[in-house]
Structure formats: structure tokens, C-alpha cells
């Protein structure tokens, strides 16, 4: 049968090719769903529960976002029907729904978060990220007074799995997300070219008997996972120390205080992502250490992720500005650094730390535009 967060993930590389954690991020999104609020481990400052909010940041078609967002509703609502959610229109709506879920567990899958995050930041939405954040957090209860009734849920499991492009992630978010906690609660997946996997038209036969094999899998784990009050999940002690080691390694290694803000959520997700990583490797739930394997494994997928994700969330405290700055380049074809000066109405050093900023992330090259001239000019060379 094989560790079943690779038996996923290889499903879903079946059906496209796109960013090779693209799939990996999917197929733990997946197990998430699946596993509900029953496994979980236990801290000193808290209790982690596996639920995860992905999200994925590419380009429009090539990434192949909505086919992965497909494939993984596929799999959890053949395997799990119940826990898929709707309505996310209202916080309202959404808190009503919740409490109709079994055991308050909700699933949501929403292609184009930046559309999403817009309506947000509307007067009749101010509350929804607030209680999006707690329900993350799988608060023990959340009460909120509708206009006809009042609604308690108590200890909700939500998992959330979105997509959108680099430049409406830049417009979409702010930049005090990442201060409120909003942002970094997303295990961010952003698209890199070099990273894509290679498809082959698969037997379509083969490729559905894999399938049904793969949601016996899944159905197997979420009944063994009914019979049971909870599985509660322990660091193995070389597992702890790596753990350890790695926290004060990243936090020494931060430069900035929005990288504090993100990496420290982020060693949360580590934790969720060894919980799933122990259940993965051993569905029958006897095992509940988390082995130095799983933590390596999910310590590898997040500073991965992490590194990717930073290059756009570096990009906020300089937004709107830098996505005025690339638009300005962008019309432009090829501007010189003189006239690309006299239109953005910045200051010189002001300009030069956003371009270096663009050229690092490989959006903008510097060219020369006349050999008789000393002058940089800028071009676009890859969308966001």
C-alpha cells in the first residue's frame, strides 16, 4: 500500500503536471481533511491539531491551480462527502453552516482567494478573518449572535485549501496580515518553474483502479479514526531535539520582523505536518511517536515552502508601490531608470530597493538600451 501522503500525492501528478509541492501540499491538505480533530500533539503552550490552510500562488494556466484544487475535493468528497463546506458568502453563513457539520468539521475549497480577501476588506465582512483565525486555532468554543439566533460551536476542525496569482496576492493582501496572524496561517505555496513535474497521458483504466484503491485507503483511516476517542501523538526525543535545534537556527537566521511574525507560525505547521507524516507511514494508528524521519521530512517541506513564500511576503511592505512600479515597467516594454525615476515620483534609493527587489525574484532584468549610454533600462521578464 506505501505511505499514503505519497499515494496521494502521486495520484494528483497523474492528472497534471504543475509545481512538484504544488502536489505535496495538496496531498497533506487531503490527509488533513480526512484526519479531523482527533490525532493531535500535545505542548506546553498548546494542543496542535493537524488542520491546515493551503495555499497556492501561480500563474493563471500553467501552474494548473483548479485542476489540483479539483483533484483534492475529489478525493475527500468520495471519501468523506459530509465535512465539504459551501458557504463562505458571510461570516454569518459561514459560522451557520459549521454548526450543522458533523462534529463542527468543515472542509473548504475556494479557487481565486484574492477575490475572496477583497470582499473581506468590505464593512458587512469586518469580522470574517477574525473568526476565520479562531476557528483556525480550533478554539474550544466559539459563540456568535445571529439575527434570529444564537450559535455555539465547540471545538471546530476547519481545513481550507485556495489558490490565486502573484500579483492578486499582492493586491489582495496586506501587509498588516502578517502582524494579525491572518497570513502565516497559510501554509504558502508559491509556483516555481524549475520545480514542475513531467506528465504522461496516464491509462485511463489503470488510473481509475488506483484511484478507488486510494479512497478504500482514505475511507479505511477515516473509520478506524471513528472508533477512537483520540490519538494523541509524541515527539520522539531526537525528534524534539531536531525540532528544537531548527526553531533557534530559523529564528537567528530571520533579517526582518515581518520574517520573525511568518516563521514563527510556521514552526506550528512543522508539528501538523509531523502528525501527518506519522499517520501517513502507519494508517493503523499503533505507532503514535512522531519519528525523527517525520519531522525532518516536514522541517524540509516548510523551510522549502518558506523560502518561496518570503520572496512575495517581502513584497507586501513595499506594495502598493512595488506593484505600481512593475505595472509602470510592464506598459512600458523597456523604460529607462531616468524616466521610470520621473514616474514613479520616488526618491532614488527608494526606486533602486525595489528594483533589486524585482530583479531577485527574476520579474525585472536590467539591459542596455543604447551602447553609447552609461544609463540602466528595465524589462519585464516574468509575469506576476
Not at 500563474?59 to 458557504?87: C, E, F, G
Request: proline share 3%; with cysteine.
Amino acid at each position: 500500500m506505501g505511505n499514503l501522503l505519497e499515494n496521494i500525492e502521486n495520484h494528483i501528478k497523474k492528472t497534471t503536471y504543475s509545481d512538484a509541492y504544488f502536489m505535496k501540499s495538496a496531498a497533506y491538505f487531503v490527509l488533513s481533511s480526512i484526519v479531523g480533530r482527533k490525532a493531535f500533539i500535545r505542548k506546553s503552550y498548546a494542543t496542535i491539531y493537524p488542520n491546515l490552510w493551503v495555499l497556492l500562488i501561480g500563474p493563471s494556466s500553467i501552474s494548473h491551480k483548479s485542476t489540483i484544487l479539483d483533484q483534492a475535493t475529489d478525493l475527500i468528497y468520495n471519501s468523506h462527502p459530509s465535512v465539504i463546506m459551501a458557504n463562505m458568502s458571510t461570516p454569518e453563513g459561514l459560522i451557520q453552516e459549521l454548526s450543522e457539520q458533523p462534529d463542527n468539521h468543515g472542509v473548504m475549497v475556494k479557487d481565486e482567494f484574492g477575490g475572496i480577501l477583497a470582499n473581506m476588506n468590505r464593512e458587512y465582512m469586518n469580522n470574517m478573518k477574525d473568526l476565520l483565525m479562531e476557528l483556525y486555532d480550533s478554539a474550544r468554543k466559539i459563540k456568535r449572535r445571529l439575527r434570529s439566533e444564537t450559535i455555539e460551536i465547540h471545538t471546530p476542525y476547519v481545513t481550507w485549501l485556495t489558490a490565486t496569482t502573484p500579483a492578486r496576492f499582492l493586491t489582495a493582501f496586506k501587509y498588516d496580515d502578517i502582524y494579525t496572524g491572518f497570513l502565516n496561517r497559510f501554509v504558502i505555496c508559491n509556483y516555481k518553474p524549475d520545480r514542475v513535474t513531467k506528465y504522461t497521458e496516464p491509462n485511463m483504466y489503470q488510473l481509475g483502479m488506483e484511484k478507488t484503491d486510494l479512497l478504500l485507503q482514505l475511507m479505511d483511516l477515516k473509520n478506524k479514526l471513528e472508533t477512537v476517542n483520540y490519538v494523541e501523538y509524541i515527539l520522539a526525543d531526537d525528534a524534539n531535539e531536531l525540532y528544537k535545534k531548527y526553531q533557534q537556527e530559523r529564528i537567528d537566521k530571520a533579517m526582518y520582523d515581518h520574517e520573525l511574525a511568518v516563521i514563527s507560525r510556521y514552526f506550528f505547521n512543522i508539528l501538523k505536518l509531523s502528525i501527518l507524516n506519522a499517520i501517513a507511514s502507519d494508517t493503523t494508528l499503533t505507532n503514535k511517536t512522531i519519528t525523527l524521519e517525520n519531522i525532518q521530512d516536514a522541517i524540509k517541506t516548510m523551510d522549502t515552502l518558506t523560502e518561496s513564500a518570503l520572496e512575495l511576503i517581502n513584497l507586501l511592505q513595499l506594495n502598493p508601490t512595488v506593484t505600481r512600479i512593475y505595472n509602470i515597467i510592464k506598459q512600458s516594454g523597456i523604460i529607462l531608470h531616468s524616466d521610470l525615476l520621473k514616474q514613479s515620483r520616488l526618491l532614488n534609493n527608494e526606486l533602486n530597493n525595489i528594483i533589486n527587489t524585482l530583479i531577485s525574484l527574476k520579474v525585472v532584468k536590467i539591459i542596455r538600451c543604447n551602447k553609447d549610454e552609461d544609463e540602466k533600462c528595465y524589462q519585464i521578464i516574468k509575469e506576476i
